[in-house]
């Protein structure tokens, strides 16, 4: 089917990074076969099996969502203030006790909606905790039944002696490592590439604290195996680049390098506490960071170096990660991004909107190495495809296009979106998923899930104020 938008203004981030005020997108089934003036493509385009209108809109590449926590978005509210490892103690690990498939099928159906209406078209889900074979088959399933693009990181973990120490508990390690390993091959040749090769997998080594340096080898082996990514929380802490010194002698990237698999293929996760000489080492291999700045504020972890990373070379994606955003709308990881590091800089002129929009587009599909693919609006390239409504008293008058789009647009702007051609949201609201349905049994199965997981207590916290008189 071609179809034609027109009447939109457009934020490319091709080659050019070409802004139009107002132009045209033809594409046909899932890829953009043109894309130009408005006047030119109507001339060109007379007779269009479907057209669409985006007057007062601006189309941009769907936004990727390079880490996240699907499962979490049942625990929204929970971990408010708490740092990771209390956060990991207090409920990521009475909830891995407990959580089932069917929780996280549901959980990943109600983050699918809300990343779609959001604007993301491509989200990496990392499934942690005690894995279960059937939560990521409900997790692809949902994920292809949603329209959405999606990587479904599945996390190996293995018990060390820093997880003694750390006292993580004995349910979290039930499956020994090589069948962790194998269950993990079992769901690559299932279930990567299926949906039309919208969904993907990848294996996904927890953090250097909770496996070895054999178990990350053997991912490495797999991954090489199959032609994926790795994806591994990397010094989100100060404690654990401790850690790392006092276990092994190196900062958590100078052993991955020193194991040989650090590459084009190691997507590294936060990156908060990295040296010079760590952030030389990945842009010498080539390998890429997820940056979460919504939840390293919120867990306190710390500010990761962007800027220095982006100076020598290194792909640096963007995440909401899980519940420390509270949400999947990108938008406010985006001003977050920004304004985060011109404040730590105290320098507004680092990390400019333009900057953080590549992040979450170009840049983000170069760290999934899908950049031939997705992350720009090119002729050629799959259309993944959002228009975001220009029209609301929050984002006018509107005289930078991108600026609007990043300090003055939500998610609730979002009127359009396009996934390998298909429209499947229009008019705000989601058409491959019963939004309702969803929502209805999101709210049931959580409330089940705090109380078999005994965390009423976080949710009945008093009024707290940490200063000035309480009443």
């Given at each position: 089917?071609?179809?034609?938008?027109?009447?939109?203004?457009?934020?490319?981030?091709?080659e050019e990074r070409r802004v139009l005020s107002r132009g045209a997108i033809a594409f046909a089934d899932d890829r953009i076969a043109a894309i130009g003036s408005n006047d030119e493509l109507l001339a060109a385009y007379p007779n269009v099996e479907r057209s669409i209108?985006?007057?007062?809109?601006?189309?941009?590449?769907?936004?990727?969502?390079?880490?996240?926590?699907?499962?979490?978005?049942?625990?929204?509210?929970?971990?408010?203030?708490?740092?990771?490892?209390?956060?990991?103690?207090?409920?990521?690990?009475?909830?891995?006790?407990?959580?089932?498939?069917?929780?996280?099928?549901?959980?990943?159906?109600?983050?699918?909606?809300?990343?779609?209406?959001?604007?993301?078209?491509?989200?990496?889900?990392?499934?942690?905790?005690?894995?279960?074979?059937?939560?990521?088959?409900?997790?692809?399933?949902?994920?292809?039944?949603?329209?959405?693009?999606?990587?479904?990181?599945?996390?190996?973990?293995?018990?060390?002696?820093?997880?003694?120490?750390?006292?993580?508990?004995?349910?979290?390690?039930?499956?020994?490592?090589?069948?962790?390993?194998?269950?993990?091959?079992?769901?690559?040749?299932?279930?990567?590439?299926?949906?039309?090769?919208?969904?993907?997998?990848?294996?996904?080594?927890?953090?250097?604290?909770?496996?070895?340096?054999?178990?990350?080898?053997?991912?490495?082996?797999?991954?090489?195996?199959?032609?994926?990514?790795?994806?591994?929380?990397?010094?989100?802490?100060?404690?654990?680049?401790?850690?790392?010194?006092?276990?092994?002698?190196?900062?958590?990237?100078?052993?991955?390098?020193?194991?040989?698999?650090?590459?084009?293929?190691f997507m590294i996760v936060h990156g908060v506490w990295l040296s010079d000489e760590e952030i030389k080492l990945l842009a010498e291999c080539g390998a890429s960071l997820v940056h979460c700045p919504t939840s390293n504020m919120y867990l306190a972890s710390g500010i990761?170096?962007?800027?220095?990373?982006?100076?020598?070379?290194?792909?640096?994606?963007?995440?909401?990660?899980?519940?420390?955003?509270?949400?999947?709308?990108?938008?406010?990881?985006?001003?977050?991004?920004?304004?985060?590091?011109?404040?730590?800089?105290?320098?507004?002129?680092?990390?400019?909107?333009?900057?953080?929009?590549?992040?979450?587009?170009?840049?983000?599909?170069?760290?999934?190495?899908?950049?031939?693919?997705?992350?720009?609006?090119?002729?050629?390239?799959?259309?993944?495809?959002?228009?975001?409504?220009?029209?609301?008293?929050?984002?006018?008058?509107?005289?930078?296009?991108?600026?609007?789009?990043?300090?003055?647009?939500?998610?609730?702007?979002?009127?359009?979106?396009?996934?390998?051609?298909?429209?499947?949201?229009?008019?705000?609201?989601?058409?491959?998923?019963?939004e309702d349905r969803v929502t209805g049994e999101a709210m049931r199965v959580a409330e089940n899930l705090v109380n078999s997981a005994g965390l009423q207590q976080l949710s009945e916290r008093s009024w707290k104020r940490l200063g000035g008189k309480n009443g």
């Open positions: 089917m071609l179809t034609l938008i027109h009447n939109v203004a457009m934020v490319t981030m091709d209108d985006g007057r007062g809109m601006v189309a941009i590449p769907g936004l990727i969502n390079a880490h996240t926590h699907m499962a979490q978005a049942l625990l929204r509210g929970l971990s408010d203030d708490l740092e990771l490892l209390s956060f990991l103690k207090k409920l990521a690990y009475p909830v891995s006790r407990t959580i089932t498939s069917y929780h996280v099928g549901v959980a990943v159906e109600l983050s699918c909606i809300e990343a779609l209406r959001s604007g993301t078209t491509c989200i990496v889900d990392n499934i942690t905790g005690d894995v279960q074979e059937k939560s990521v088959e409900l997790t692809a399933e949902a994920m292809a039944s949603s329209g959405i693009r999606g990587l479904i990181a599945i996390s190996l973990a293995e018990r060390t002696p820093r997880c003694d120490e750390w006292q993580v508990p004995d349910f979290m390690y039930t499956q020994p490592f090589k069948e962790q390993v194998s269950r993990t091959e079992r769901l690559i040749k299932s279930w990567d590439g299926t949906a039309d090769g919208r969904v993907r997998l990848c294996p996904a080594p927890v953090t250097t604290w909770a496996n070895s340096p054999q178990s990350f080898l053997a991912a490495h082996r797999l991954a090489e195996e199959y032609d994926l990514l790795l994806h591994t929380h990397v010094a989100e802490t100060k404690s654990e680049v401790e850690a790392s010194l006092e276990d092994y002698g190196q900062r958590e990237v100078e052993l991955l390098h020193s194991l040989g698999i650090l590459g084009p293929r990761a170096r962007v800027p220095e990373l982006l100076e020598a070379g290194v792909d640096v994606a963007l995440g909401s990660d899980g519940i420390g955003n509270h949400n999947h709308d990108m938008f406010p990881v985006l001003k977050t991004a920004s304004l985060l590091h011109k404040v730590a800089r105290g320098d507004p002129t680092v990390s400019s909107a333009e900057e953080v929009l590549e992040m979450a587009t170009l840049e983000g599909a170069r760290a999934l190495r899908m950049e031939k693919e997705i992350g720009s609006l090119e002729v050629g390239k799959k259309a993944d495809i959002v228009l975001v409504r220009l029209d609301s008293p929050h984002i006018i008058p509107v005289h930078r296009l991108v600026s609007a789009l990043v300090y003055g647009a939500n998610g609730n702007d979002v009127d359009t979106v396009i996934v390998d051609g298909q429209v499947v949201l229009e008019g705000g609201r989601v058409k491959t998923l019963d």
